[in-house]
């Protein structure tokens, strides 16, 4: 079974305080009274898939409202990746972890495994994990390209199909190749090119070398005044009959005359040495500083120069001297496939060639095995509508041929889709009923029960305007849908939740003047009362109606 939804947490969301929800891997089923609050969570589904939302959702009196789901997810490897390419964390296991927090202040906050994330990027993940049925809801049923992936499931083209994209990528790469070779080698870029491989070059360049010279041109540039400045420092410390060194000499001889007075002038005498020893190490340090400063004006201005050259030279091309060298050798590579140029280009040519012609034959492939796929496909689906009440319903795949490949194929798909004889075959996306829509959703999710891409199929109400054994028919096809990906139904007929595998009921109560919205799963009598009530009441007719409707349902009596 593809993802499933393990369990969801609701906190202040509307009329909910706190409501947390375990669910089955199956068919799960979720009914109540009017205005219970079963809405609330397809908002809090809603949410977690990435539809925007605003303050106005959370619970009166609250700072903020929160909704955490966690998914078992079975291709963890392809998530994973997916969500490195965000910087998320990888699922621990096999569990992905997503929450949706809205503040009173207006902040909307969203996080994947604990990682905050976009909105954006929620709704990309969340569209691989649930798909809602309902008004305006997520229904990726309605797009071209989503029911091309499962034409191409239903026909086991999933092989066929993956190396036909790598042989379109690969023409791809290999056309834009031809193009940057055909641009790039135009005669004005060639001259340019070898202008400034040649100038590179006989600049003889070394990395790091405009800093260091730099640092040295300003020490040349002020010798005579470093020079004057360290002479009077070297006076100072040692070339006078006032220095620092010749002071010390007499305060040490007292020092000593004081030792012998008091022997705890030893101290004074130990650090008066130390002190004696830095100053005399400065003094040597500042010899051999003055004596590497050079005054030779023609050393001076070779240094300029070369100041100046490698300043020039990063001007020109705004890259320091590492970067320069990098750019003579792509220049070099660049000038060997010129000289190569006419080789390379019929190369290049032939390669396109040939690929194209893969692309093309594969895609030929892709099509009739999509054809024959989409026949039978349609078939289906049409006896699964007509026993969801389309008695004289029409349902067709079409395709049509594109003038160029695109990484899809060679052909555009689309559902089309008529609920009466004499009406014209339209796009799923044109159907206006929402309550049809569900159905033919239905009809096509039982289709392709084995192949479908996502694991978590929601329907809200999809049973509105249907009676009773249309409704029965509805149970049984999503107990069927259940056997093989988990499926949530938010339902006002008996005869759909009687076939579901776990029953939850939505209640409302009021008290210390709040309403609040509950959730919980019934079991055994509270579900027999429960459909009782669906039935009209809990009269003993209504009873022994709900008691035969597990019974068929396969839940017992």
Not at 74 to 102: H, K, T
Not at 104 to 129: H, M, W
Not at 306 to 313: E, M, T
Not at 314 to 327: A, N, T, V
Request: glycine share 8%.
């Amino acid at each position: 079974m593809p993802a499933t939804l393990r369990s969801i947490r609701i906190r202040n969301l509307a009329l909910v305080e706190q409501l947390d929800w375990e669910l089955a891997t199956g068919f799960n089923v979720v009914t109540g009274e009017t205005g219970a609050g079963k809405s609330i969570v397809i908002g809090a589904l809603k949410l977690i898939l990435g539809d925007r939302a605003d303050k106005s959702v959370i619970r009166t009196g609250a700072e903020q409202c929160s909704v955490e789901a966690l998914f078992q997810i079975q291709d963890v490897d392809r998530i994973n990746s997916l969500l490195a390419d965000q910087g998320i964390d990888s699922c621990e296991g096999d569990e992905l972890l997503i929450r949706r927090v809205l503040t009173a202040s207006g902040t909307n906050r969203q996080f994947i495994n604990g990682c905050q994330t976009t909105l954006a990027f929620l709704k990309q993940v969340g569209d691989g994990l649930v798909d809602l049925h309902g008004p305006h809801d997520h229904q990726s049923l309605l797009s071209k390209e989503y029911q091309l992936q499962l034409v191409d499931a239903f026909a086991g083209n999933e092989a066929l199909f993956r190396k036909y994209a790598e042989s379109y990528d690969r023409l791809g790469r290999t056309g834009k190749e031809l193009e940057d070779l055909e641009a790039a080698t135009a005669a004005g870029n060639l001259d340019l090119w070898r202008h400034q491989l040649t100038e590179i070059r006989a600049a003889e360049l070394v990395p790091g070398e405009r800093s260091e010279l730099e640092s040295h041109f300003a020490v040349a540039a002020n010798g005579r005044r470093i020079l004057e400045l360290t002479g009077a420092s070297l006076a100072l410390i040692s070339e006078s009959d006032t220095s620092i060194l010749t002071q010390l000499g007499e305060l040490v001889r007292l020092f000593r005359e004081l030792e012998k007075i008091d022997s705890r002038m030893a101290e004074f005498v130990e650090s008066h040495e130390r002190a004696t020893v830095e100053l005399e190490e400065l003094e040597r340090s500042l010899v051999s500083y003055q004596q590497r400063v050079d005054l030779d004006p023609a050393a001076l201005q070779r240094m300029e120069d070369r100041l100046n050259l490698l300043q020039d030279l990063r001007r020109k091309y705004g890259r320091e001297e590492d970067e320069l060298l990098r750019l003579a050798d792509e220049l070099e590579i660049r000038l060997s496939k010129a000289e190569r140029r006419d080789t390379l280009l019929e190369e290049l040519r032939g390669q396109i060639e040939a690929i194209r012609k893969e692309v093309l034959s594969l895609g030929a492939q892709l099509t009739k095995d999509r054809s024959k796929a989409g026949v039978r496909l349609a078939k289906s689906i049409r006896e699964h509508l007509q026993d969801l009440g389309f008695a004289h319903a029409t349902f067709e795949v079409t395709w049509e041929t594109v003038l160029q490949p695109v990484r899809t194929g060679l052909d555009v798909v689309e559902f089309l889709f008529s609920p009466n004889p004499g009406e014209p075959l339209k796009p799923l996306r044109a159907i206006a009923s929402s309550g049809e829509i569900s159905r033919v959703m239905l009809a096509i999710k039982t289709a392709l029960a084995q192949q479908d891409l996502i694991g978590l199929l929601v329907f809200d109400e999809i049973d509105a305007n249907v009676g009773g054994e249309i409704a029965g028919t509805v149970g049984r096809k999503m107990r069927t849908l259940g056997e093989s990906r988990q499926v949530v139904a938010i339902t006002h007929m008996p005869q759909v939740a009687a076939r579901a595998s776990a029953h939850f009921f939505v209640s409302k109560e009021f008290s210390d003047g709040r309403t609040r919205t509950f959730l919980k799963e019934v079991r055994g009598d509270a579900r027999l009362q429960e459909l009782a009530r669906m039935l009209g009441g809990k009269t003993a007719s209504a009873l022994e109606h709900a008691r035969t409707l597990l019974r068929d349902g396969g839940q017992g009596s």
